[in-house]
């Protein structure tokens, strides 16, 4: 697994980013080898989580090549250049659906915290 995705995803982890998924589309595009995708529950929080990501990278002298959508906080991306990072608000996620458009034969990486997820989309189920 690439180290930096890795690091991204553990950053978002921390500060409660919900369904993180990352999926390798090397295979499928030339822009990027890794789309990571997360969202949060308003845009106070999906800013937050852009900046923490920002902030950590920047830390260990990694910049975002360019990144768009700050200031509404409804769709943040940061292009690392290999990785893509979006950061959606809970809506436009459920509207574009970039996951699935980007799902293809079992291309998501697997995390260490996936077990904790709840997969976007899905419900937890309550054992009564």
Do not use: C
Request: hydrophobic share 40%; no cysteine; net charge negative.
């Amino acid at each position: 697994m690439n180290e930096q995705l890795a690091k991204i995803a553990g950053i978002l982890y921390e500060k409660k980013a919900q369904g993180i998924v990352a999926l390798d589309v090397s295979d499928l595009t030339v822009i990027t080898d890794y789309m990571l995708m997360a969202n949060g529950r308003n845009a106070i929080q999906v800013k937050t989580l852009a900046d923490e990501v920002e902030d950590r990278l920047s830390e260990l002298g990694v910049r975002p090549l360019r990144k768009e959508g700050h200031q509404d906080g409804r769709w943040i991306v940061l292009d690392y250049g290999a990785i893509l990072v979006h950061l959606f608000h809970t809506e436009e996620r459920a509207f574009y659906r970039l996951d699935k458009l980007w799902e293809h034969d079992n291309n998501r990486v697997i995390f260490p915290f996936d077990e904790d997820e709840i997969p976007f989309g899905a419900e937890r189920q309550i054992d009564s």
